[in-house]
């Protein structure tokens, strides 16, 4: 792709320029992908909604974005580039305009999924231009760390500003940020796009759009089985059952397709590939272990009851120990001076690292300070991970197949996400119960230690002015608070040190692996 055709004379030969307005539109665009992230609680009183839907809404977003990252492809080598992104843009600027009047949930929903579309059109374009400026060697290397880096560093990004526009003003501010963003977005690319481009166009009638409406259906179906499954008990619920069968046989339909099609949407020859498999499952185990984070952002916003400030400071350092170790890994792939299980091994290394570190430390009233250093590592695992592992990934997969490799490497990311989120959902349910039933046991007048902390506990209530029925009534409180704090700590507890068998036991498996190719390759020599 010649990059000299797409920008204007002022710019294209300045390739930091170039790379610097690239990457402002494309952090301006992804924005709208994490705003909800850090701001969940707000959504869900202001829609008088359930956590579930919040969560639901960003995997639509996430479904549409994937759906239509091949169709941008084609949208960008068939309409004018300069129009086709500022079109697109003033259509992201009003499905903000008309968020700010949605009350219902299900409305929300449906514009977060055409905003999945706006962020693929944009993002997408964004990462192709950002590639016809990187060498080839650096191409897949930089460019996906861009993208990734971005994808995280966005919600930090966006949840600064939300933060201060949700503790100043009304909540639905938010979206004048996010406009904002955009308007800098199309000033920018009517700056450095040219009018006009003398570009092939590919037709439009050749796209499979019944393929497209089976995948998009059928991973609907997947995320709706795996977000709301474990509150409804999972096969208890008739609906559950529906959304889990129909997402089988969408996806087995859609594949059934794509093999007898001419010109499918996704290659499945790259699954021939050995290497292929070996690095969708790193990748899968990647992102189903990274998110224990997520219990570290519970615990400060529902423990410790952090303020917004605070929670994106921590979700700040997070983003820099990630920023600063993918920028290493990224140079050192495309330098290509050190095999894969050198990042698999430090990265999960890493990780384990911050799962026993939290296991051994979490309790009632850790501080910014304490948590500073294993969020950090978190962090700087993830960044030491992804880079190889998607890097190695689309390495593996002949040029012929195009963007199969990203695409199928996209949708494990999205069902890994799903299935973290359902697995960790019903491990802290199980778990849960399990400790509050523990802790309710010892909950009688037999046990010396609940009746002497109880009655001090009344006794202090009763010497602060409150009546007798009141005070027993304020002690139980605290008692049941305390219970379901303790049962949620234990939870937590439990989790990270699962998490740490679970990596102790990949880093055995890597390693095993590494020595025995080493003593098969000696004896081969040897022989």
């Keep these: 792709m010649d990059k000299n055709i797409y920008f204007k004379e002022w710019i294209h030969n300045w390739n930091w320029g170039v790379r610097s307005a690239l990457f402002l539109i494309l952090l301006f665009t992804i924005v709208q992908f994490s705003l909800f992230s850090l701001t969940q609680n707000y959504v869900v009183s202001y829609f008088g909604a359930q956590p579930e839907d919040v969560t639901f809404s960003i995997q639509v977003t996430y479904i549409s974005l994937l759906l239509t990252l091949p169709l941008q492809l084609r949208f960008l080598n068939y309409f004018n580039t300069k129009k086709y992104l500022i079109s697109t843009s003033l259509f992201g600027i009003i499905l903000n ?55 995280l560093g966005s919600s930090v990004v966006a949840g600064a500003p939300s933060a201060w526009v949700i503790d100043n003003m009304d909540w639905k501010m938010i979206y004048y940020v996010v406009i904002l963003f955009q308007i800098a977005s199309v000033i920018i690319i009517y700056l450095i796009f040219k009018p006009e481009r003398e570009h092939t166009k590919y037709p439009l009638y050749q796209i499979d759009w019944k393929a497209y409406v089976i995948l998009g259906s059928g991973m609907f179906s997947v995320a709706y089985f795996m977000v709301y499954g474990p509150k409804h008990y999972w096969f208890d619920d008739k609906l559950i059952v529906f959304s889990f069968f129909s997402g089988i046989f969408l996806l087995a339909l859609f594949v059934l397709r794509q093999i007898n099609s001419k010109r499918p949407i996704i290659d499945f020859s790259i699954f021939k590939s050995r290497k292929f498999i070996a690095g969708l499952i790193f990748l899968a185990l990647f992102y ?116 199969s490799g990203s695409l199928i490497a996209g949708n494990m990311r999205f069902f890994a996400t799903l299935n973290s989120f359902a697995g960790y959902y019903t491990l802290q349910l199980f778990y849960n119960q399990h400790y509050k039933e523990q802790f309710l046991s010892h909950l009688t007048p037999y046990d010396v230690t609940y009746t002497e902390r109880n009655s001090s506990a009344i006794q202090t209530y009763l010497s602060k002015g409150f009546t007798s029925q009141e005070a027993i009534s304020l002690a139980n409180s605290t008692n049941m608070k305390s219970v379901t704090t303790q049962a949620q700590l234990l939870t937590s507890q439990t989790i990270f040190l699962g998490a740490s068998y679970a990596l102790i036991v990949i880093i055995i498996i890597i390693l095993s692996h590494v020595f025995y190719r080493k003593f098969y390759k000696r004896k081969k020599r040897e022989a």
Aim: charged share 10%; with cysteine; glycine share 8%.
């Design 288 to 403: 189903g272990l990274k998110d224990t984070l997520n219990l570290v952002y519970s615990y400060v916003s529902t423990i410790n009851n952090w303020s917004n400030y605070d929670y994106i400071e921590l979700a700040c350092i997070n983003i820099l120990g990630m920023a600063l170790t993918m920028y290493m890994a990224s140079q050192l792939v495309a330098k290509k001076k050190f095999p894969l299980h050198f990042f698999l091994i430090t990265g999960f290394g890493l990780m384990l690292s911050f799962n026993f570190w939290m296991y051994c430390i979490i309790s009632p009233g850790l501080n910014l300070n304490d948590l500073m250093i294993p969020v950090f590592l978190q962090g700087a695992s993830s960044g030491m991970l992804f880079v190889p592992i998607a890097t190695f990934i689309l390495s593996s997969v002949p040029v012929k197949t195009g963007i």
């Design 97 to 151: 305009l008309i968020s700010m009047k949605t009350t219902e949930i299900e409305v929300f929903i449906v514009i977060r999924f055409l905003q999945g579309i706006v962020i693929s059109f944009i993002a997408g374009g964004m990462l192709t231009f950002i590639f016809t400026r990187l060498h080839d060697e650096k191409k897949m290397a930089v460019g996906y760390s861009v993208f990734y880096g971005t994808l």
